[in-house]
């Protein structure tokens, strides 16, 4: 048999035995699941955009005398320590959030993936220079690379989002790094080399569609943790400017009445957590089509 | 238990103090669990370990010499003692000194040491030990800040007898003996400074009730008790030994791990309790609350009047009309805070309050901001005058303010939007939070300031103090420059009639109030939860720092 | 299944790797330095301020010109650098300004409390991935989405909630353990569990990608075909494949660790590197900040290192690949 023909005998094969299970997978799974992300998801671009369509009341409204009250008819969320609704406030804190969550990505992700490509295809010399920065920027602790950003250029969104993306950087590049080597050593790409086809050829037409469904996978993740990793910059006194109501700083500040006003703390992490989840099943639901389901 | 009668000639008039003949001094017992002395039930019981988990920053030096901040005062009272003390109704002590005279002209001021008192690693307390101390408070190579400031008038220490030690004043100062009353100002073993500053952070010697053994950084310090202890103020409980075998001083910045640590019996103590546990310990037998304001200045919120917009006095008092924080403050201290309308604690007996001054009435706000002015709006509905915003630049501190502090900054951030004013609110470290001082980028500020005595208006409000130090420190953060009341506070610092120098703090107060540069909110907050096992345990009334020198552990 | 190691004529090659794996960790560090003392030069407020008791302090402007002289403050920017560097090299970290007693000591008593957290929660954070990753993927729809939940909840919880609600649970509620490490193994449970959830929920998601592609492979069709069971399968085919780039994220998320552990530092009130550092910060004491940058760098690199040798071990892959580029 020729080697075409061994592959697509494999192939078969591996669609053949494969667990029923996982064809079901492939069929049905996204259907249920993907619908209540994208549903999600539209809520979140609605109150990114037009926060005012789904608010029930000025979210920097206080009210001393109505604080610490339970969820309710009338606070859907409850109140906090000032008496203002949570959940206008989470709708209101819904662009800031994502904003530090998306932008903090997206820097850590640009510069991850410079790194990864040139460590993955620079030649040795450039790998093992690259592979050296990436570890020059990994033993530097993210903390103090927060802490310095935010100490020199003040609190607050922005200061936060670019103290989180250059601190998840390193992290990225590194599994950028890997997924080339992995892929660089792969069958098809073995193949393509074989076949004589120039390096800029392969990258562009093998490489970087192979990797990039699984980073844009990664990149889905990370919006989340980015999310978190600003809130605790809050907890540590470091974080977002009152009153604005960003989902991390309300967690953070949250924190302190746990015992008397658990919903304070629960709903912005719903929130946080909600995001990561639909964001997540979306891109892999995206990953899958762009696979073609193989 | 009465203060010791003092011994010197009555003749001579003393400033600030009544022979202490006169001080009826008894441990005070409040029914219910609030006091700054709480009711003992039961015997003494020797031995065990109290265990005290602080919240407050750990101190980068243990002896409060150097620097002087409040961390430093909570432990240094365990281990070291000042030459007098302070009683509940704020009269001054013996402790250290046993009697204590002043020169007709006030420039010369002899303390009677007690006798037979020892440091720990047995240096005798006498007045060259007095003269070392004075002098390592003063040399600058100590870093000293607060107990320097306190010496400020000082010029030197002469030993006059092996007991007697006479302090030689450049001015006079009516606010000696409340400087002196500090824990910042306590007295050494002058062994144990003569080792140097980094011997001496570790373990400083001096006479207290416990002894410093061994100082774990970030965990926590060991206390053992001196056994030979001699030396407990005049209205303390019994003059002998600790009961305690010892103390355990924890580090747990965190509030919630503190109570969590208090509730489950891992610790016996805590300090900075958050309002809601002071709320849910007070109707919970198992605990007790010890209400202890600090002593000096109130908190407050600080107008600067020495840059727009607030040099427009009608701009100050339409702020102050406009906030509205008595109902943040009922609800986010949970019933435990009172509004203060003085700019001194309650715990100082000179205090002066006026409620009229502080109503809000946003109408009034509205119409004193249209005259001077400010009549403009913004797309927000901030006022506008020439093309400039009416900002105010609000740099708060996280490493000071409790949660419940910053969230009622919010709510005057919020109150203050309606009549047009524009908080912008920046946490900050510690730090960025002085730099933000030194460079005069601040409108409005909160800044505690901890001391014995009226004297701290001094600091705060006479325009001395708006001059830097080369660090680039000042106090007076109002900017208040007041010919007026310079004179009422240089008055007041240098006479010696008590009735005097009430009368000039008072008018001082009523110009300060009445100028709007203050927005007093409430004390220094400063509680303290015990497990109900504590028995005998204390606030000082000098600092309202605790003390265990009578405390005992029931079982 | 173990692997030998090649032997004989390629031991010239191994020492070359080995000698490229020291230089690199050597430059690692000078850079780690460098870096640090231009980026402290950064943050504004004034060294010489630091050294004398911080902001509120009296110092005359004497003493802040004498302390600037005896710590070589006023000298140009480069030659305190050199001077640094050679401090550095006799192994002087020289005195903390805020603390008075030398960085070596106070790094030293601390370093070994945090590694023991780190490690601790590092294997937690495996178990508890491994665990996750192998018992829920390609079971069935249900037990991935479920997987995948746990994973991405895990993940997305922060520490100080997750720490609030443990002591909630197990201090206030059953009283089981202590909520303030003292020191004891009892009071390290807690920190360890908060520190490894969201790790592993991060690990785990690493490792499902790579334990589906390995099962995918034709090597672990053709061992169903041949007839070992699920079960035998994953252990014994597929673990390596998952828990590759979990290894080289282990020195990632030691380092991390390291320093990042400072909101559980704070909450459990452990003393830990994290902590100082956000201290030293806080009070501009450089001296601590350039040690606890050096010594996460220190043992970030030597993880490296070790990582690097155990992955040429396990992974047959990357030793072809080291071949083919001779």
């Not at chain 2, 009269?91 to 720990?120: H, K, M, V």
């Not at chain 2, 008038?153 to 004043?169: I, M, T």
């Amino acid at each position: 048999m020729s080697e075409l023909e061994l592959r697509q005998t494999t192939i078969d094969a591996e669609i053949a035995h494969a667990p029923a299970a996982r064809r079901r997978q492939r069929l049905r799974l996204p259907r249920v699941g993907t619908i209540l992300a994208g549903a999600f998801v539209v809520f979140l671009l609605v109150a990114t955009a037009f926060p005012v369509l789904l608010e029930t009341q000025d979210p920097n409204q206080i009210a001393p005398s109505e604080a610490f009250e339970a969820p309710s008819l009338a606070h859907w969320f409850g109140t906090d320590e000032s008496g203002r609704d949570i959940y206008s406030r989470v709708v209101e804190g819904t662009s800031t959030s994502l904003l530090i969550g998306v932008t903090a990505t997206v820097i850590g992700l640009a510069l991850g993936l410079v790194l990864g490509v040139l460590a993955g295809f620079g030649g040795r010399f450039v790998d093992y220079g690259v592979n050296r920065l990436v570890e020059v920027l990994f033993a530097f602790p993210g903390l103090l690379l927060a802490l310095l950003v935010i100490v020199v250029y003040g609190p607050g969104p922005v200061t936060a989002t670019i103290a989180v993306g250059l601190s998840t950087a390193p992290g990225y590049a590194r599994i950028i790094r890997g997924q080339f080597v992995a892929i660089r050593s792969s069958q098809y790409v073995e193949a393509a080399r074989v076949l004589g086809h120039a390096r800029g050829r392969i990258i562009v037409r093998h490489v970087l569609p192979n990797a990039l469904i699984p980073i844009f996978v990664l990149a889905t993740l990370g919006i989340g943790q980015a999310i978190v990793w600003a809130s605790a910059l809050s907890y540590l006194g470091l974080g977002a400017q009152p009153p604005a109501p960003e989902w991390g700083a309300m967690l953070a500040a949250g924190r302190t009445y746990l015992s008397v006003a658990w919903w304070m703390t629960v709903f912005p992490g719903l929130m946080i957590v909600g995001t990561t989840i639909s964001t997540t099943v979306l891109g892999r639901a995206l990953a899958r089509r762009g696979r073609g389901d193989a | 238990m009465r203060a010791a009668p003092v011994t010197a000639t009555p003749t001579k008039r003393r400033a600030g103090i009544i022979a202490g003949a006169l001080a009826l001094v008894s441990t005070i017992t409040l029914a219910g669990c609030q006091a700054a002395e709480p009711e003992a039930s039961g015997d003494p019981v020797e031995g065990g370990t109290l265990v005290y988990a602080s919240g407050d920053a750990e101190p980068t030096c243990l002896d409060p010499h150097v620097g002087g901040n409040y961390p430093q005062a909570l432990i240094s009272g365990q281990f070291l003692e000042s030459l007098v003390s302070r009683d509940e109704s704020g009269e001054i002590i013996p402790w250290l000194a046993e009697s204590w005279q002043s020169s007709d002209d006030q420039l010369a001021w002899e303390f009677t040491l007690r006798e037979g008192i020892e440091f720990t690693d047995g240096t005798p307390l006498d007045a060259e030990a007095v003269k070392v101390n004075v002098e390592h408070l003063k040399d600058p190579a100590t870093q000293s800040s607060t107990g320097y400031l306190a010496m400020g008038k000082v010029d030197a220490v002469e030993v006059v007898s092996d007991r007697v030690a006479r302090f030689v004043l450049s001015a006079p100062d009516s606010a000696l003996l409340e400087s002196l009353a500090q824990p910042w100002t306590a007295i050494q073993s002058p062994a144990g400074i003569a080792r140097g500053m980094d011997a001496n952070c570790q373990a400083p010697i001096g006479t207290g009730p416990f002894v410093v053994d061994e100082w774990v950084k970030q965990d926590h310090v060991t206390l053992v008790r001196n056994d030979d202890y001699a030396s407990a103020p005049a209205d303390a409980a019994h003059t002998g030994p600790a009961y305690l075998e010892g103390i355990e001083w924890r580090f747990v910045p965190d509030s919630s791990t503190r109570y969590a640590a208090l509730q489950g019996g891992q610790v016996d103590v805590i300090d900075n309790p958050q309002p809601d546990t002071i709320a849910a310990a007070k109707g919970d037998d198992a605990f007790t609350w010890l209400d202890a304001p600090r002593p000096g200045a109130s908190n407050r919120i600080e107008l600067n009047s020495g840059q727009a917009p607030f040099d427009d006095e009608r701009v100050r008092e339409a702020f102050i009309r406009a906030v509205d924080v008595n109902d943040g403050i009922d609800s986010l201290f949970f019933g435990t805070a009172e509004r203060s309308y003085s700019p001194l604690s309650s715990v100082e007996p000179l205090a002066y309050s006026d409620e009229t001054l502080f109503e809000t009435d946003l109408d009034a706000a509205n119409t004193l901001l249209d005259e001077a002015g400010w009549t403009e709006r913004d797309s927000d509905g901030t006022r506008m005058k020439d093309g400039a915003r009416l900002t105010l630049r609000f740099p708060v501190s996280t490493n000071q303010s409790i949660p419940a502090e910053q969230s009622l900054f919010e709510q005057v951030q919020a109150t203050a939007k309606e009549a047009g004013f524009d908080v912008v609110i920046s946490p900050l470290d510690l730090s960025s939070w002085y730099g933000a001082l030194f460079a005069h980028e601040y409108e409005i500020v909160s800044a505690p300031y901890t001391k014995v005595g009226p004297d701290v208006l001094r600091i705060l409000y006479h325009s001395d103090s708006i001059t830097p130090a080369p660090s680039g420190y000042f106090a007076n953060l109002a900017q208040l420059d007041d010919p007026e009341v310079d004179a009422l506070l240089a008055g007041a610092a240098s006479t010696s009639d008590p009735a005097e120098r009430a009368a000039l703090y008072e008018q001082a107060q009523q110009l300060i109030l009445g100028g709007h540069y203050l927005l007093p909110l409430y004390d220094q907050q400063n509680s303290f939860l015990l497990s109900a096992d504590v028995q005998g345990a204390r606030a000082m009334p000098t600092v309202s720092t605790p003390s265990f020198s009578d405390a005992w552990l029931i079982d | 299944m173990a692997h030998r190691l090649s032997g004989g004529g390629r031991s010239g090659r191994t020492l070359r790797h080995l000698g490229l794996l020291v230089g690199g960790a050597v430059f690692v560090m000078w850079a780690v330095a460098t870096l640090t003392f231009f980026a402290i030069r950064l943050i504004p407020g004034d060294p010489a301020q630091a050294i004398l008791g911080g902001p509120g302090s009296q110092a005359s402007q004497e003493a802040l010109d004498q302390v600037r002289r005896d710590y070589g403050l006023d000298q140009p920017l480069l030659v305190q650098y050199f001077a640094m560097l050679g401090r550095l090299l006799t192994g002087d970290l020289g005195d903390s300004y805020a603390l008075k007693v030398p960085v070596a000591d106070l790094l030293g008593a601390q370093i070994g409390g945090t590694l023991l957290l780190a490690l601790l929660s590092l294997a937690l954070a495996w178990v508890l991935a491994l665990a996750l990753s192998l018992v829920s993927t390609g079971r069935g729809r249900i037990a991935t989405a479920v997987g995948e939940g746990v994973e991405l909840t895990a993940a997305a919880l922060p520490q100080f909630w997750l720490a609030a609600v443990l002591i909630a649970i197990f201090s206030t509620g059953l009283g089981w353990l202590p909520p303030v490490a003292t020191g004891t193994p009892s009071g390290l449970v807690l920190p360890v569990v908060t520190l490894a959830i969201p790790l592993a929920g991060f690990l785990a998601q690493v490792m499902r990608e790579s334990l589906l592609e390995a099962m995918a492979q034709p090597f672990v069709i053709s061992a169903r075909a041949r007839g070992e069971s699920a079960v035998g399968v994953r252990l014994r085919h597929t673990i390596r494949h998952a828990a590759l780039p979990g290894i080289s994220l282990s020195g990632w998320a030691l380092g991390w660790l390291l320093s990042g552990a400072v909101v559980v530092e704070t909450i459990f009130a452990i003393p830990g590197l994290g902590r100082t550092l956000l201290q030293a910060v806080t009070l501009r004491d450089i001296p601590v900040v350039t040690g606890v940058v050096l010594l996460i760098a220190l043992v970030y690199v030597l993880m490296t290192v070790l990582t690097d040798v155990a992955s040429r071990i396990a992974d047959p892959r990357l030793r072809q690949e080291a071949e083919a580029q001779r």
